[in-house]
């Protein structure tokens, strides 16, 4: 080898050399560095171990966060229902468009048609003298299906309309038609309580004076002037016909203890209804609803026998309806007691009116007959019974 390729080689060799120097002294600083590196981490990491961890949450960037999540979410359904609806707008739109289209060309399909016949028609005439019959007939047929097949989509979209509301229309009028039968009483007894209950203007029944003993009819009757009540009473009745007699007037209710009859000395016990369906066929179904409005000496009359007997009104008092005992009184004169339901509407209480006799004289009055019915009575008489008690006593057989 000259000294010129001795040069040239050695050059090289000295360069490759200085090359794998340098990357060796590259990898030692790298690994210096990354052993101090990790170094570093490492005693961080234990600081962090050691150190005691604290959160504090601004309230106030939670506030923030909060309304902004809030806002988000608004805006996405907003946005949302909006696109939905408009949508739905448009697919309906769509829809009629496409309905209206279809007509349109039917319409101008029928009348191209119905052109068509007529210019062949007048051909025709005009060389052939005939025409084709069948085909208007067809022509006919095919606008009678156009107007049926309209006439039918109009009613199936109308139908479609009132078909989800029906049920609900049903459903109400049934709850108000099952409502108005079981409690119509509760709307037209206050009603009645200051009408006229009985057949009588109220202008003929007046207050008489009560120093007059009258001779009147032989009938029975009950006469309350401020109430305008003028009633036939049905006396010496069992208790078991004490309801069907309220069908027709007042009842004389008797029970052991309490079985006067007018002028006697005891008490007389007069029962009648104060509310009924307004659907119920009995004419006294509301004779004593005014009850309540009678005040102490307000008068009562009573015709029996040809004789009008003449009460003033003393007390009232409301019991319960199986405190039958409240009638057994101890008197020394002629009592009266006029016994009805109360509230009016219900049969939840009784409400008692009692009166004494003040005409005629008490003189020579007669105590009242002991008297022990056949039936017991375990309670005060009511009123007829309801919708659903009717039904229930149908059924129950009672």
């Known amino acids: 080898m000259d000294a010129k390729d001795g040069g040239q080689t050695s050059d090289l060799q000295r360069q490759a050399a200085s090359a794998i120097a340098r990357k060796k002294v590259l990898a030692a600083y790298a690994g210096a560095a990354k052993k101090a590196a990790d ?4 005693k961080n990491n234990s600081r962090l ?6 959160s504090k949450i601004n309230s106030e960037s939670w506030k923030k966060y909060h309304s902004a999540w809030q806002n988000y979410y608004q805006k996405y359904y907003s946005d949302y229902y909006s696109k939905a609806a408009q949508d739905y707008i448009a697919k309906e739109r769509l829809k009629d468009a496409r309905e209206k289209a279809e007509e349109e060309e039917i319409l101008s399909s029928l009348t191209r048609s119905s052109a068509k016949i007529d210019s062949e028609s007048g051909l025709s005439l005009g060389t052939n003298m005939e025409y084709d019959a069948e085909a208007h007939e067809n022509s006919i047929k095919d606008k009678l299906r156009f107007k049926i097949r309209k006439k039918a989509t109009e009613s199936a979209k109308k139908t479609h309309r009132k078909r989800h509301l029906m049920p609900i229309v049903a459903g109400v009028a049934v709850v108000l038609l099952i409502l108005f039968l079981q409690y119509n009483r509760l709307i037209f007894a206050p009603i009645m309580a200051y009408v006229s209950p009985g057949n009588a203007p109220a202008s003929e029944i007046e207050a008489i004076d009560p ?9 029975p009757r009950l006469i309350i002037p401020k109430l305008n009540v003028d009633v036939p009473i049905h006396f010496g009745i069992q208790l078991s016909e004490v309801m069907s007699a309220m069908n027709n007037g007042v009842a004389h209710y008797r029970i052991a203890g309490a079985s006067a009859y007018p002028g006697e000395i005891g008490n007389l016990v007069i029962t009648g209804h104060s509310a009924g369906d ?3 066929s009995n004419p006294y179904k509301y004779i004593f609803s005014g009850l309540e409005r009678l005040e102490d000496g307000d008068l009562i009359y009573i015709n029996y026998n040809s004789i009008r007997y003449t009460y003033r009104v003393i007390k009232k008092e409301v019991v319960e309806p199986s405190n039958v005992a409240s009638l057994v009184v101890d008197t020394d004169k002629p009592l009266l007691t006029l016994v009805t339901c109360t509230p009016l509407g219900t049969s939840r209480y009784r409400l008692l009116v009692t009166a004494e006799q003040i005409s005629p004289s008490l003189e020579g009055a007669e105590e009242a007959e002991q008297y022990t019915p056949t039936d017991n009575s375990e309670s005060l008489p009511s009123n007829e019974p309801s919708f659903f008690e009717g ?3 149908f059924l129950t057989g009672n």
């Open 49 to 54: 171990k050691d150190a005691s961890v604290t």
């Open 278 to 280: 307004v659907y119920s």
């Open 39 to 42: 170094a570093a981490a490492s």
């Open 391 to 393: 039904i229930w006593n």
């Open 211 to 219: 120093t007059i003993t009258q001779t009147v009819s032989a009938d």
